[in-house]
C-alpha cells in the first residue's frame, strides 16, 4: 500500500492504476469503512482511501477538537484490507493560503443535519468535490448511515457533472444494532448501553409503516416513546423525511426515510432507516 | 465538426480525441474567440468549443435578453477554424430541474465586476466548473479582455484541484483599439466611435506608469479624464487593482491592472492592461 501526502503524489500514484474505486474518510476506522473498502474492492481494478479530518465541515461549537484520530491503526487496517493508495494530506495541503472556493446547494443542504450544523455540507461538498478532482475515481462509496450526506452528494455531482459514479452501501452495524461511528469510543459505558435506542426506535417506526401506519405525526411519536424509554431525551429530531429533499412530509410514502439525531453526554449520533427497506 | 447537444455526446466524443483545448464561449463569436481557439489548436491535439448563453451569470438587470446570438454563424466560423467537436447544450441540459448547486469565492468575487453585477461570478464559476467536467480537458482557454474572469476561474479551479490547465490568451481588439466583445454590435454607429476611449484611457495609465508614476489617485484620474474628453461619462468604474484580489491599491505595482467599465447608451463595455505590458 501506497502512502500519499500531496496531490502530485496521488495523481502520480493513480497513473498506474485502472479503475479506481475511492472511499473518503475522516478515518478513526470502523467496520463500516471496512464494508466500503470491500465493495471497493470487488468492483475496481484498485481502491484508494483518503484520511481527512475536514475542518470546514465542522462548526465553532462542533467537535472537530473532540474528534477521534487514529492515523497507524487506520495504515494498519487499510493494509490488511488490501487498499492500493492511502491519501493522508495535512489541513494546508488541502486548504493553502488563499483558499477561498465554496459549494453550497440550495435547499437540501439546510435541512435536518444542515440546520443542525450550518455550513456542514458546504463544507462535505467543498472537500469531496476536491477529492474527486484529485483522486478521479470511476466510483466513490459513502454509507447509509449519513443518508443526508449521501443526497447531498449525490446532488452536487450531478449538478456539476462530476464524472464518478456515487455508490451507497449499507450502514454497518454492531451487533446490538448501533451504526457504527467513529464517535461511539466517545460514549462512556452507561451511555453506550442507552445507544442502541436510536436503531429501536426507527425499527418501531419501521414496523409500524409496514403494518399500514402512513401518518408520520404517529410514526415519529413512536420513535420519540422509544427513545424516552431508553432515558434518551435530547432528542435534536425524530423526523420522517422525503428522501431527496429531506424535508418532513406528513404522510409517509414508500419512500420515505425516518431520521434521527440524538444527544447522548458528550456525543451526538445519527441514524436513518428506509421506511419499507426489507 | 461534430456539434453535441447532449452531456453524454460529448464524453462520447471526447473518448476518441487525444490531448484536449477547450474554449468555453457564450457565441456570437469575433476575433478574440478565434485567437483562443487558434491557441488551442497549437497546443493539443484537439479543440472542442462550447456555445451557452449561461442564464445564472446574468443579474435581473442584467443584459440576458439582450445578448446577441448567430448560432449558424457561429458554427460555420468553428468549422473553418477546424473545431472538432462544438457543444451546444440548451438551458435545462445544464440546468436541469432539481439543480440546486452554486460554487462561491469569497473576496475577489465581490470586488469591481462582482460588485456592480452580484452573483455573476458564481454563476461563471458554477458553468465552468461543470463544463470542465464534462469536456475534460487538458488546457481550458480565456481571454485577457475578461481579467477578473480569468482570475475567478485561476482561483476556483486551483481550489476544486480541477485537472485543467488555465490558459489566458491576449485581448484580441480592432483596429481603433477597442476590444473585441460580443456587445460591441450593439452600439450605434456614434457609440461606436467614442468606444476606443475605453483602450486610449487605459494605455493612458500605462503610459503615465511607465515614466515612473505610481499614486493609483493620479491613474484612475488621467483614465476618466480621457474617458471624459470622448464624451464617456458613465463610468462605473477606473480602477488600478491587485491583479489577484481585485481590490483597488494605492500605489502601482509592477502587476498592477489599471481596469475600466463604462457604460455607453445601452451597452457596458469593460476592458483592462497590465501596467508594465511591452
Tied chains: 1, 2.
Excluded at 492500493?84 to 465554496?102: I, N, R
Excluded at 462535505?124 to 447531498?152: E, M, R, S, W
Excluded at 459505558?189 to 409496514?210: I, M, T, V
Aim: some cysteine; proline content about 5%.
Amino acid at each position: 500500500m501506497k502512502r500519499c501526502t500531496t496531490v502530485q503524489e496521488v495523481r502520480q500514484s493513480r497513473k498506474a492504476l485502472g479503475t479506481v474505486g475511492f472511499v473518503p474518510t475522516m478515518g478513526f476506522l470502523h467496520e463500516g469503512h471496512l464494508s466500503l473498502v470491500k465493495r471497493a474492492k470487488a468492483e475496481n481494478d484498485a481502491v484508494i482511501v483518503s484520511i481527512f479530518v475536514n475542518p470546514i465541515q465542522f462548526g465553532s461549537s462542533d467537535d472537530l477538537t473532540h474528534y477521534p484520530r487514529a492515523l497507524e491503526r487506520d495504515l494498519s487496517l487499510l493494509k490488511d484490507a488490501g487498499v492500493d493508495v492511502v491519501f493522508t494530506p495535512d489541513v494546508e495541503t488541502l486548504y493553502p493560503q488563499g483558499f477561498v472556493t465554496k459549494i453550497d446547494l440550495e435547499g437540501i443542504a439546510s435541512q435536518m443535519e444542515g440546520a443542525s450544523r450550518p455550513g456542514h455540507f458546504s463544507g462535505v461538498a467543498t472537500v469531496v468535490t476536491k477529492l474527486l478532482n484529485i483522486v478521479q475515481p470511476q466510483h466513490a462509496y459513502f454509507g447509509q448511515k449519513d443518508a443526508q450526506q449521501c443526497a447531498v452528494v449525490r446532488r452536487f455531482v450531478a449538478d456539476l457533472n462530476i464524472p464518478t459514479e456515487i455508490v451507497v452501501v449499507p450502514t454497518g452495524r454492531e451487533a446490538d444494532g448501533l451504526a457504527c461511528s467513529s464517535r461511539n469510543v466517545r460514549l462512556t459505558p452507561e451511555e453506550r448501553q442507552k445507544a442502541p435506542a436510536l436503531y429501536k426506535a426507527l425499527q418501531k417506526a419501521q414496523s409500524l409503516f409496514k403494518t399500514g401506519e402512513r401518518s408520520c405525526r404517529v410514526l415519529e411519536k413512536a420513535m420519540r416513546d422509544v427513545l424516552h424509554q431508553h432515558g434518551l431525551t435530547r432528542i435534536d429530531y425524530a423526523v420522517v423525511v422525503d428522501p431527496e429533499q429531506f424535508t418532513p412530509i406528513k404522510e409517509a410514502s414508500e419512500k420515505a426515510l425516518a431520521l434521527l439525531a440524538v444527544q447522548i453526554g458528550d456525543v451526538r449520533l445519527i441514524d436513518n432507516i428506509a421506511l419499507d427497506q426489507a
